[in-house]
């Protein structure tokens, strides 16, 4: 198939809309773009105020949260306030409507917040785990959040793990730290059997995850690329559209399934 390229105004080509349409199995790869529309600040906007001088590979470590575990938890705290106070937008909305169509969707996602759950998703496949999950840093043993969320940017003092006394930590995957091993195993399987993967809104630089797109390439799928800049993985698309995937996952359902319309 050869590639092509649409803002997200220009249609869809039939043959992907055709391709979409006969999947028995679509797999989708989302990353922190597509809560973007939201009022989620994606993943290396997510460094303002107090954080600003960070990279968030230098944030999101092990070795941070034990060099400064209040740095890092307000950091977690005042994102986890972000994701409480939003909903999904389109795009989830749009995914959530493409599962009901196909014999199988699975959904794989970078994201750590809740926005495919409540737009209708089901065993979302977190590959960076979850904001809203926490644990105790040195037993595991998990911590129930508090209500209170952190509206400003400050530092903040884990909680202490009523188990063993150590500090609580976001239920996130680091840098530096594996992915959940079924989780993983799951994500590669569907890439491997899937018809058409779609990939959205992900800068396509964090590994293992980036590595699906081109193992979806080798296996010679038809994949398609939604992302408002360019990405090095648009070498692996059948179709790079142009655009929030806000606009361009609607855009996608509706020319493959005309009369949801
Ligand atoms: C691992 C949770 C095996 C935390 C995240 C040295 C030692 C160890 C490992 C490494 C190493 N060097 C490299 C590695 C591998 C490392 C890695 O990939 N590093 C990168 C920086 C090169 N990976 C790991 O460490 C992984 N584990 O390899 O384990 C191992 C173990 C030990 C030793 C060796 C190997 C673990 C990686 C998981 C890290 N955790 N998240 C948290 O959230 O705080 S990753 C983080 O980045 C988020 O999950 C985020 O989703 C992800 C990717 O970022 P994006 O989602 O793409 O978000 P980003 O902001 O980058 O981009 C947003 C995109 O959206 C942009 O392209 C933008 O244009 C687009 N966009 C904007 N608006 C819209 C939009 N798109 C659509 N619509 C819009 N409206």
Redesign the pocket.
């Known amino acids: 198939m050869t590639s092509s390229s649409l803002t997200s105004s220009t249609s869809i080509p039939d043959e992907i809309a055709q391709k979409l349409r006969a999947a028995q199995h679509i797999a989708v790869m989302t ?4 809560s ?2 939201s009022g989620i600040a ?4 997510a460094l303002t105020g107090l954080w600003a001088n960070f990279k968030a ?1 230098d944030l ?1 470590t092990p070795q941070a949260f034990v060099r400064d575990p209040a740095l890092v938890w307000g950091w977690y705290e005042w994102r986890r306030a972000q994701v409480m106070q939003t909903q999904p937008n389109a795009g989830h909305i749009a995914l959530a409507a493409m599962a009901r169509q196909v014999p199988q969707l699975t959904l794989i996602t ?3 917040d809740d926005l495919h759950e409540r737009a209708g998703s089901s065993a979302v496949l977190h590959l ?2 979850s904001i809203l999950a926490a644990r105790c840093f040195d037993c595991g043993f998990p911590y129930q959040h508090r209500a209170s969320l952190q509206q400003d940017h400050a530092k903040l003092a884990p909680p202490v793990c009523p188990e063993c006394g150590g500090a609580v930590r976001p239920g ?8 959940p091993h079924d989780v993983w195993q799951e994500a590669e399987r569907a890439v491997r059997e899937c018809d058409v993967l779609i990939i ?9 995850a980036a590595g699906l797109a081109e193992l979806a390439f080798r296996k010679r799928k038809t994949i398609i690329q ?4 360019a ?1 090095n993985q648009d070498k692996f698309a059948s179709l790079v559209m142009t655009g ?3 606009v361009c996952l609607p855009q996608l359902l509706a020319a493959a399934w005309p009369e949801l319309r």
């Open positions: 990353g922190a773009g597509v973007a529309e994606t993943f290396r906007d590979e999101a970078q994201n750590v960076h785990g996130v995957v680091w840098f530096g730290e594996n992915l959205a809104g992900t800068s396509g630089v964090v590994y293992p939604i992302n408002p800049q990405t929030p995937s806000g």
